[in-house]
């Protein structure tokens, strides 16, 4: 089946009644989640998982698809007005379009993020429809070896590339990497790393880790480091929606942050921070005069670019999570695991198995993205609302509820002191700057990678060099090396240039932005990025990779 | 409750001036290393764990002769060497920075008691959930996060930490069928 006639297809098996209303709710709860501060589309799934068990797994994966979507509309919404991104994906956004709410102009922030979406998230879902056919036409033919060599570079990428400083994000990496071999070998029965424990021999269920690592973690850091207990929520009553001038400076930007982020997607580069940096960046340098100047202070491409580029690159790490089992971002790890808890591997065979399923998915994929913007448009009044939930009982409110569901994955309370033990380190790494997702996609994806390692070597009786031996895993690793040091290499440019140039101009720190504006510019934004030691006053900050 | 931080007036005056972030004061870098070292010093005794982990298993006797102990040995000694190398990376100064993805946060103060009364709160649901039941210790729970985070008003907190967690109760029980304990409540709900 080519990508045309299975999206066709796709369509005949979300076009039922009962899994267009699966793709609604899953939108509608999806965006309810995801406006809640701090809950990205990696937690909300998490917090959501519970609510499909003993669902039909077609009706499953269209509430997942809805879901997925939904947190990320949901996640620009807290970006806008309460310039609490989430996830990093939406920290570039949230500059100019918190400014853009403070300037009274939050509601064509928000209209343009969300038509942004809507058109980077459509063209971006064709495409991986258009390539997983071809893609899965070749990993059928790959074989163990290839497939690790794939995973490295999943490794690799997701660990280096994301967050500010890749030995941060390698030992995130790592410590996924050995929570993935806690529990029974697969092939010889034995024990790793339980230190006796027989709860421990399931291994450590990844929706625990999840949770623990995103909500516990997010709940821990706020309580030991907020500064006030109260939202500072801009409104949005009585705003006009995008203006004739903000449709003609949004769409190009829309568009190139598509085209951006989609392939930075499939080829795993490393999370969405670095597409979404690199379309801000680009429309800044497109910008004509006065209009560059008001980047970091409300420019609408500012928004436009990033949204879009972020909503394509979820999209496109849909292309390796179903064509090769490979999840790159901690949001594709965790759909790893719900097909997993459905019994299926996403993989070359899993489209030729259940075409029904793929396609399904990848249609309801366009079919929730549609609803999206059909609720968020008009909605978006109802959805500010929820950011009224006074602080303190929306953390209290997320704690109990990751609780609950750790408690319910098996009924004991192993699972939630578990839960609580991780939740510790996950605020701890928060803390000390050590991303998240790597330790998500180590832990999912170590177990797989070690897999194939062994089948690799079992069929090469033990000859480590039939890891190189095949033509694909040698242009893999090749490709890995240049992918590897080009994003780098673009990064340390792109941040000496903004940090040092234009940024120190024009962006305000991200976290102290309510002081005047001439104190802001003491301090530049922050990102994810650490800053070069030139453009801060003091040594301890020149953390650079 | 002295919620001193925690309620400070409008986020904006009240935060870091300038150079009161904790990687910003050159004096008190020395110190602020610590929690970081004992980070990175965690990251090499969890390799080594590992690596001794994954040498005290058997023989394989797998045509490769990769058993369960080859893969962890590897892990290991990725996390011990990387342990390290952050362990001199520390040392030289190079702090992290904390997670950019949150609004109304300050990292460079740490509202101990606040953590410690919410940690508390979470490990005293998981000890007593089997016994006074899910409702009561959800609630209290409940009660205690919502204190720690900066809630003020006792009795509406309580009122919305009861409804909450029966709701939660009656909508799992009854409605998904997922059981919870009632605990010292059962026989009453």
Redesign the interface.
């Known amino acids: 089946m080519d990508g045309i006639e299975g999206l066709v297809h796709g369509f005949t098996v979300a076009f039922t009644l009962q899994n267009l209303l699966f793709a609604l709710l899953g939108a509608f709860v999806g965006t309810m989640i995801g406006v809640l501060?701090?809950i990205?589309p990696a937690l909300t799934i998490a917090l959501l998982l519970?609510m499909t068990?003993g669902m039909e797994v077609a009706s499953a994966f269209i509430l997942f698809a809805g879901i997925y979507y939904g947190a990320m509309y949901g996640g620009s919404t807290t970006s806008i007005l309460?310039?609490?991104?989430?996830?990093?994906g939406?920290?570039v956004a949230a500059i100019d379009g918190n400014k853009m709410a403070r300037a009274g102009r939050g509601a064509a922030a928000l209209a343009t993020a969300a038509i942004g979406s809507f058109i980077a998230g459509t063209i971006a879902t064709v495409l991986v429809a258009l390539f997983a056919p071809g893609i899965v036409d070749i990993a059928v033919q790959l074989g163990a070896r290839d497939f690790f060599a794939l995973m490295v570079v999943a490794f690799l990428t997701v660990g280096a590339l994301v967050g500010?400083?890749p030995?941060?994000g390698?030992?995130s990496l790592?410590?996924g990497?050995?929570l993935g071999?806690v529990g029974i070998?697969f092939?010889?029965g034995?024990d790793?790393?339980t230190f006796g424990m027989p709860r421990l021999l399931d291994g450590i269920d990844t929706v625990v880790l999840i949770v623990a690592l995103f909500a516990?973690g997010?709940?821990?850091?706020?309580?030991?480091?907020?500064?006030?207990?109260?939202?500072?929520v801009e409104s949005i009553k009585g705003q006009r929606w995008m203006t004739r001038t903000d449709l003609r400076r949004s769409w190009k930007p829309w568009l190139r942050g598509t085209a951006i982020g989609f392939p930075l997607g499939v080829i795993p580069a490393g999370g969405s921070e670095i597409p979404t940096f690199l379309s801000y960046s680009l429309e800044k340098r497109l910008a004509k005069g006065a209009r560059r100047k008001e980047f970091g202070n409300g420019a609408i491409e500012g928004v436009a670019g990033p949204e879009a580029a972020n909503n394509a690159n979820a999209a496109g790490t849909m292309v390796p999570l179903l064509t090769l089992g490979i999840p790159t971002s901690a949001t594709a790890a965790i759909i790893l695991v719900a097909f997993q808890q459905y019994g299926l591997q996403p993989g070359p065979a899993l489209l030729r198995n259940e075409p029904d399923l793929v396609w399904g998915l990848i249609a309801s994929l366009l079919i929730g993205n549609l609803m999206l913007l059909v609720l968020n448009l008009p909605l978006v009044g109802v959805w500010v609302k929820l950011l009224k939930i006074?602080?303190?009982?929306l953390?209290?409110?997320i704690?109990?509820?990751a609780?609950?569901g750790a408690?319910?994955v098996n009924?004991a309370?192993f699972d939630?002191?578990l839960?609580?033990v991780f939740?510790?380190v996950g605020y701890?790494l928060?803390?000390?700057?050590?991303p998240i997702a790597p330790v998500v996609v180590g832990a999912i994806l170590?177990p797989l990678a070690?897999l194939q390692?062994?089948r690799a070597?079992?069929?090469?009786?033990?000859d480590p060099l039939t890891l190189l031996a095949s033509p694909f895993s040698v242009v893999v690793y090749v490709t890995l090396a240049v992918v590897l040091t080009l994003p780098l290499l673009i990064r340390t440019l792109n941040r000496r240039r903004l940090t040092r140039t234009t940024m120190l101009e024009t962006v305000p720190d991200?976290?102290?932005d309510?002081?005047d504006e001439r104190?802001d510019r003491?301090?530049p934004i922050?990102?994810?990025e650490?800053q070069p030691a030139s453009a801060?006053?003091?040594?301890?900050?020149?953390?650079?990779p | 409750m002295t919620n001193r931080p925690t309620v400070a007036p409008e986020s904006g005056a009240a935060i870091a001036a300038p150079g009161a972030g904790a990687t910003r004061v050159p004096e008190a870098g020395a110190k602020r290393r610590w929690p970081e070292l004992l980070l990175g010093i965690a990251v090499v005794a969890i390799g080594i764990v590992t690596i001794l982990d994954g040498l005290s298993q058997p023989a394989s006797t797998s045509a490769s002769g990769l058993g369960a102990g080859q893969f962890p040995m590897i892990v290991g000694g990725l996390t011990t060497g990387l342990g390290i190398l952050l362990i001199v990376q520390i040392l030289r100064g190079r702090l992290g920075h904390p997670d950019a993805a949150e609004g109304d946060v300050d990292a460079s103060r740490l509202h101990w008691w606040q953590l410690l009364l919410a940690t508390a709160a979470l490990v005293l649901f998981a000890l007593t959930v089997d016994v006074l039941g899910y409702p009561i210790a959800a609630a209290i729970t409940f009660v205690a996060v919502a204190f720690a985070t900066g809630a003020k008003r006792w009795l509406l907190t309580i009122g919305i930490a009861v409804v909450l967690s029966l709701g939660v109760f009656y909508l799992f029980t009854l409605l998904l069928r997922i059981q919870l304990p009632a605990g010292i409540l059962t026989g009453i709900l």
């Open positions: 501060p701090g990205g519970p068990y309460l310039k609490t991104p989430g996830e990093s939406s920290i500010g400083s030995l941060r390698l030992t790592a410590l990497l050995t071999l070998d092939q010889s034995q790793r790393l516990i997010e709940v821990l850091y706020v309580v030991a480091h907020q500064t006030t207990s109260k939202y500072a006074p602080k303190p009982y953390f209290a409110g704690a109990t509820f609780l609950l408690y319910a009924g309370s939630v002191l839960l609580i939740g510790v701890l928060r803390r000390f700057g050590f170590g070690e390692l062994r070597l079992d069929i090469s009786a033990g991200d976290h102290r309510q002081r104190d003491e301090h922050q990102l994810t650490p801060q006053q003091t040594p301890a900050t020149k953390e650079k």
